[in-house]
């Protein structure tokens, strides 16, 4: 059964930093793209971040030079370094294999003072 599971999530102060992981399994995680999602209480999920098998990420605007996004093929794990972290980043945080129907369940952070 194909999975994916979020962890790292939690309460931080602005200007703060959070890793989130996803790990997968289930499935051949090499042969997907794998994107950070994010969605905010009454807001539609947005996308934050993609990092193909290899080569340059993408990043949404909103958190280019701030996030980073990685993958380890090997373990099946894929990250989300957050740094500089706004209130306005408080949301639940997914992860998805893009392409197909596979998303995390979601882990909640929470930016405040």
């Known amino acids: 059964q194909e999975q994916l599971v979020e962890s790292g999530g939690g309460l931080v102060q602005p200007g703060g930093s959070l890793t989130l992981s996803c790990a997968a399994s289930?499935?051949?995680?090499?042969?997907?793209?794998m994107d950070w999602y994010r969605q905010a209480p009454g807001m539609e999920r947005e996308f934050v971040a993609r990092q193909w098998s290899t080569g340059v990420p993408k990043y949404s605007e909103s958190v280019k030079g701030r996030f980073t996004i990685s993958r380890d093929n090997l373990k099946n794990i894929m990250y989300l370094q957050m740094n500089n972290l706004k209130p306005e980043d408080t949301a639940v945080y997914y992860c998805?294999?893009?392409?197909?129907?596979?998303w995390g369940q979601g882990t909640q952070v929470t930016v405040s003072s």
């Open positions: 998805h294999a893009w392409g197909s129907y596979i």
């Open positions: 289930g499935f051949t995680f090499g042969d997907y793209p």
